[in-house]
């Protein structure tokens, strides 16, 4: 049954899809090396920054405000310099074929699933049904893509486990 959520989550991917074309294929994967990056070091690093981070109000109460200022700043920074590396192999004519673009496309809208997929099973990790905001989601087709999804990546087993390395990384950060 189609919903409210479809159209939305449709229109995100959408977006995203239209994003990964226009940069093309190397675009696309240095983008996805950036938040790869960025996760990264947020996950390995945020204890790391704690004297820095404790001048910042309220991150010493709460951990995940730390690991998300050390998440956007690193991704600010790799963003950057992936617009660099982009600038400098813009010019290979083998990269700027319409297939390429297509391909840079599909990453990111994987990507996007990949990304609504994991904040869907965050939100039912902490006991919030999208379900009970939106009426029929579950029933939506975008509902059995999330599920479809997160059942071949085991997308639940991995965010507790990165949840988990978290708390530890929190509890070295206090």
Known sequence: ??????????????????????????????????LG???FVALNFTGDFSPLLNKVPYTHQ?????????F?????????ATKALTALFAGLTVLNNPFLSLLGGVILAFVA??????????????????GSFVKNFDQSYAKEVID??????????????????FSEQAKLYK
Do not use: H, Q, W
């Not at 449709?10 to 994967?29: D, N």
């Not at 709460?62 to 690991?67: G, I, M, T």
């Not at 956007?72 to 950057?80: A, G, R």
């Open 1 to 34: 049954m189609f919903s409210i959520a479809d159209l939305f989550l449709g229109i995100i991917v959408l977006v995203f899809f239209v994003k990964g074309f226009l940069r093309g294929f190397l675009g696309s994967i240095f983008t996805l090396i950036a």
């Open 37 to 39: 990056g960025a996760i």
């Open 62 to 70: 709460y951990p995940l405000l730390a690991f998300a200022i050390v």
């Open 72 to 80: 956007i700043v690193s991704y600010i920074f790799l963003s950057l």
């Open 113 to 130: 699933i990949c990304v609504i997929s994991v904040i869907y099973s965050f939100l039912v990790e902490n006991g919030v049904n999208p």
């Open 148 to 165: 479809y999804f997160n059942s071949g990546l085991n997308i639940n087993a991995r965010i507790k486990e990165l949840f988990a390395a």
